[in-house]
């Protein structure tokens, strides 16, 4: 499975943006799907994720109730959408794919994740 995500961008404090994860490869729906960041100084942090089926999602307690991931197996695509960015929120944005027989409780842990996409710069200016 190649990943590679896209849609990030300069967004103002408060504002929403929505990031994509577009896969390649038909067994992209055997796989979980996880969003990580990373900041500049920091180490690389989970976000959310979602199952194969997208039928759970799990989110870093950080981000809950602002960030929300979905994926449309049929474009072979996974989102972010995140609303109510704030400047802590500024990293670089990468998608994974973790295999599917994972619970989703486990899906924070970077090491299970087979497939990493390229990342995508989000600055939220304050």
């Known amino acids: 499975v190649q990943l590679q995500a896209s849609g990030g961008g300069l967004v103002q404090a408060g504002g929403s943006l929505r990031l994509s994860c577009a896969a390649s490869?038909?067994?992209?729906?055997?796989?979980?799907i996880g969003w990580f960041r990373q900041a500049p100084g920091k180490e690389r942090e989970f976000v959310g994720a979602?199952?194969?089926?997208?039928?759970?999602?799990h989110y870093a307690v950080s981000v809950k109730g602002r960030f929300t991931v979905s994926r449309d197996n049929a474009k072979n695509t996974v989102y972010l959408q995140m609303n109510s960015l704030n400047p802590e929120d500024t990293a670089v944005y990468y998608c994974?794919?973790?295999?599917?027989?994972?619970?989703?409780?486990?899906?924070?842990?970077?090491?299970?994740?087979?497939?990493w996409g390229q990342g995508t710069l989000v600055t939220v200016s304050s």
């Open positions: 979602i199952t194969r089926s997208g039928g759970s999602t």
């Open positions: 490869g038909r067994t992209f729906s055997n796989y979980g």
């Open positions: 994974a794919a973790v295999p599917s027989f994972y619970s989703i409780d486990s899906y924070n842990y970077g090491s299970l994740y087979d497939y």
